[in-house]
């Protein structure tokens, strides 16, 4: 029984003193990356936002699209959020009406034509550009 214990106390202490010895390769993180985009980006009707980093992307464009890389600064918008909204801050109100009464009477070209107020795609911010932003203005006021 003696003998026992002692081959086991033996084992014991051979496995002790080799443990030690084994050692973990040494571990170095020089350089590292949180991907995962940031910012909103659109072009060609579609629009991709996102959260978290990606620092070391910049700004990547090409066929129509382009993706920024970052983190968000605050709120961003990509032209008006909704057919009507010509400032850009998610209604349609009296603030909108300025803004389409600045560009009236104005074409592509012109210091205070806005693309965004001429709903016909003709070039020039007219009546018929008017009637449609009123449109959009009754549907809000009624939703």
Not at 22 to 35: K, P, S, V
Not at 107 to 126: E, K, M
Request: proline share 6%; hydrophobic share 40%.
């Amino acid at each position: 029984m003696m003998q026992r214990r002692f081959g086991w106390t033996v084992l014991a202490l051979i496995v002790l003193a080799w443990v030690p010895t084994t050692r973990a390769q040494g571990f170095n993180l020089t350089w590292y990356t949180i991907d995962g985009g940031g910012g909103t980006s659109a072009g060609s009707g579609f629009a991709v936002a996102g959260t978290i980093g990606q620092p070391d992307a910049g700004v990547m464009a090409g066929a129509g699209f382009e993706i920024k890389g970052g983190f968000w600064p605050g709120p961003q918008f990509v032209g008006p959020p909704m057919p009507g909204d010509l400032d850009a801050d998610g209604d349609i109100d009296l603030d909108d009406y300025n803004a389409f009464l600045a560009a009236y009477g104005s074409s592509a070209g012109d210091q205070n034509y806005n693309p965004s107020a001429d709903f016909d795609g003709d070039n020039f911010i007219g009546m018929t550009d008017f009637g449609i932003w009123y449109g959009h203005y009754l549907a809000f006021a009624n939703s």
